[in-house]
C-alpha cells in the first residue's frame, strides 16, 4: 500500500541539510597552522599525498604541505 509519499532515508535528509565540503573548511594558506592545517594533513595523507613529516609534526602549512596540496590538486583536475 502505498500513501502517495516517497520514503527518504534519513542519511540522505541529513547529507542534504549539510553545508557544501566547502563551507565546512576555512581558508588555508601557507604559513598557516593548528587543528585546522592538521586536519588538512590528514586528509592528504588518506588520499595518498605526503604533507612532510617537519609540516605534519608542527602542524604547520609548509612547502611540503603545499607542495602535496598542489600535487593532490593537479591530479584531481582541480584549479590551484
Known sequence: A???SRAVRPSIVAAS???PAAARWPVLREG???RP???LQV???RAGMSCGEEDEQW???GDST???LT???ACGGLPE
Request: proline share 4%.
Open 71 to 73: 600535487t593532490f590538486q
Open 17 to 19: 541539510r549539510a553545508p
Open 66 to 68: 603545499q607542495a602535496a
Open 32 to 34: 598557516d597552522g593548528g
Open 59 to 61: 602542524w604547520q602549512f
Open 43 to 45: 586528509a592528504l595523507d
Open 37 to 39: 592545517v592538521h586536519a
Open 2 to 4: 502505498s500513501s502517495g
